[in-house]
């Protein structure tokens, strides 16, 4: 079974300044989607980023910016010039390929809590 | 707008009650999820539906029961069973391979 480990239950970063939140994850597949998702105080769950294995170019939206290595299994976040309002919990997430079944689900590491100093 | 509802937004429980948990979406998903989440725990499943009239369990089903009479609605209810039901509870669905979208959540407190 797929798991995710998010290996920083918490991170602080100065505002405008750059932070990376790690991740990895253990599979046996060679082809998955793995995401990014950013809980703020209010708790609606938001979409940040998404990258799909197959594809070797890191994602990218905005300041957010993924570090995709496959073979290490790693995922890491990265946010350029923070701002307040980054701060949140953010959870790393993984879905097979294989989206019928149970395969299919999102399986969540436990969240990193970011802070964002001013 | 498309998106997730959930309703209520806060939820009081007495001791040997039954409540229900609303979700209701208008982006033509197929499949809908419900979770728990916990302080330090992340998000846990507890039941999922990938078709109408159909759904399975998830790793915490025990004490929680579903139905998905139409493909708009996924309501959960908490029975009297789950002995710790005080969490924050969300609902998310999804269509193919992409991510989830999730509803605003409903927090559950046991008085």
């Known amino acids: 079974a797929q798991t995710v480990t998010q290996s920083q239950p918490e991170m602080s970063v100065q505002e405008a300044e750059t932070v990376t939140l790690s991740c990895t994850y253990d599979t046996s597949e060679s082809d998955y989607y793995l995401f990014w998702y950013k809980q703020p105080p209010s708790r609606q769950m938001i979409l940040v980023i998404r990258q799909e294995a197959y594809k070797q170019q890191n994602a990218t939206e905005n300041r957010f910016s993924v570090n995709f290595q496959k073979a290490a299994k790693s995922f890491s976040l990265k946010i350029s010039d923070s701002q307040l309002g980054d701060a949140a919990m953010y959870f790393c997430?993984?879905?097979?390929?294989?989206?019928?079944?149970?395969?299919?689900?999102?399986?969540f590491g436990k969240g990193t809590k970011l802070s964002v100093k001013p | 707008d498309g998106g997730i509802t959930q309703s209520p937004k806060y939820l009081f429980r007495k001791e040997g009650q039954n409540v229900t948990l609303s979700c209701e979406q208008n982006?033509?998903?197929?499949?809908m999820y419900w979770y728990r989440q916990d302080p330090g725990q992340g998000l846990r499943l507890i039941y999922y539906?990938?078709?109408?009239?159909?759904?399975q369990k998830g790793d915490i089903a025990e004490g929680y029961s579903v139905s998905r009479e139409k493909k708009e609605s996924f309501p959960l209810t908490v029975t009297s069973a789950q002995k710790n039901p005080t969490a924050f509870y969300l609902c998310?669905?999804?269509?193919?391979?992409?991510?989830?979208?999730f509803g605003s959540g409903t927090r559950l407190t046991v008085v």
């Open positions: 998310a669905s999804s269509q193919g391979a992409f991510g989830y979208t």
């Open positions: 982006l033509n998903h197929d499949a």
């Open positions: 997430a993984y879905r097979s390929l294989n989206y019928g079944g149970s395969q299919g689900n999102l399986i």
């Open positions: 539906s990938q078709i109408v009239n159909d759904f």
